[in-house]
């Protein structure tokens, strides 16, 4: 436990230190690069036992690639994964690129892990930075340490491609379409179920529609006010709307796997085969998220992306309810959930003065006792304790 409260402690330190001068100052780039080396080391340095897909995956396809003379011959390389046999190439290309040139170039598996680390802390670290006018980046990847950076151990494909993803919302809010298209393209090659960011698209759409993005600076964040009307009212509509319909779609889910298996993308089916079943734990522990934003509601209404923030937070409970009899059908869920990176700050420095306290408190509280809970009591993902590799 130590390497990683020592770790995060360290890196959010120098992350602090960092928020105080512009992105384009030498120190604030030079504190960034020590603090985001951290992570990548207790990635690089722990033993291929601490992470269930090391072993898994990562591990014997280094050991093909080090072994394979060409890229050609590695990706016709067939394989066991957990008794299925599998082909290389059935892994997204990405991710094949990546373990051959690292196994090519530096030969090490500890190297491949740290590099993996990089793609996924990265990403993030530069997110939040695109929208630190909004945010304290701290918070952002406290939220981050706390609730993902365990899980970046286990499912290292899917987690690059959440960072990727999420670099490209913040491209996208920043209105810059080809930063987004481009992310969004890399987030896919690392793993196809990125491709459930086009939902997210869809309701990104709807909840920001008709809006006129005006900013001003405000208490040092970003409000963005609706063109006519009012946001409140119209806002709590549209939440009302993506809750209804998303229930809609958890109750007859069989509906969509049709859809799928019709449009070709079977693939996607095999998230979805749990089936629905009311699992309150998993809204319990999303569930104070909600009592957070209902606490600072009159200051998020007036903030459409924070309306978009509370969409994915409810859109993450209901499809937590998936998970029924399959563990792998929760990962659907993460994309939506993973935009509490932006909603934890936003809370944080939008809460009120009545509440304010309780709130922050509040926030830093449940994200450590997450953390403990998940990662240190459940030993989700088998990544505590941690080992080095030496």
């Given amino acids: 436990m130590i390497v990683y409260i020592f770790g995060f402690s360290l890196s959010l330190l120098l992350i602090g230190l960092a928020q105080r001068y512009k992105t384009k100052d030498i120190r604030f780039q030079v504190l960034s690069f020590f603090a985001l080396l951290i992570p990548c080391f207790i990635a690089g340095l722990r033993d291929l036992t601490i992470g269930t897909d090391v072993n898994v995956y990562a591990s014997p396809m280094f050991d093909i690639a080090k072994s394979s003379s060409s890229l050609k011959s590695f ?52 997110a939040l930075v695109k929208m630190r006018k909004q945010l304290p980046i701290w918070v952002g990847m406290l939220t981050f340490y706390l609730m993902y950076f365990n899980l970046s151990l286990n499912i290292m494909r899917q987690s690059i491609a959440m960072a990727f993803l999420l670099l490209a919302f913040s491209y996208l809010f920043n209105e810059s379409r080809k930063g987004f298209v481009v992310s ?51 806002g709590t509509h549209k939440l009302i709307l993506i809750t209804a319909i998303g229930v809609f779609a958890i109750v007859f889910y069989q509906i969509l796997i049709s859809v799928l298996n019709n449009l070709g993308l079977s693939v996607y089916t095999r998230y979805l085969i749990g089936g629905v079943a009311f699992l309150p734990k998993q809204i319990v522990v999303r569930l104070p998220f909600i009592l957070f934003a209902m606490m600072a509601w009159k200051v ?91």
């Fill in 75 to 126: 990706l016709n390389t067939t394989w066991y994964m957990v008794y299925v046999k599998k082909t290389i190439s059935d892994i997204e290309m990405g991710y094949d690129v990546l373990v051959f040139v690292t196994a090519k170039v530096f030969g090490s598996v500890q190297s491949l892990l740290f590099l993996t680390e990089m793609l996924v802390v990265v990403p993030v670290y530069v």
């Fill in 184 to 234: 969004f393209i890399i987030a896919v090659c690392f793993h196809t179920s990125a491709f459930l960011g086009i939902i997210v698209f869809a309701i990104y759409l709807y909840v920001v529609k008709d809006r006129k993005m005006s900013f001003h600076i405000l208490h040092k964040h970003i409000r963005i006010k609706q063109r006519t009307g009012k946001i409140s009212r119209d």
């Fill in 300 to 390: 998020l209404e007036e903030n459409t992306l924070s309306l978009f923030y509370m969409a994915m937070v409810i859109v993450d409970i209901l499809l937590s309810q998936l998970a029924g009899t399959e563990a792998q059908t929760m990962r659907v869920s993460m994309f939506f959930g993973m935009f509490r990176m932006f909603f934890a700050p936003i809370l944080y420095v939008e809460a009120p003065k009545k509440n304010g306290k309780i709130i922050r408190i509040g926030m830093i509280v449940y994200l450590l006792i997450y953390w403990l809970y998940y990662f240190v009591l459940k030993a989700s993902g088998e990544t505590y304790p941690y080992m080095f590799y030496f």
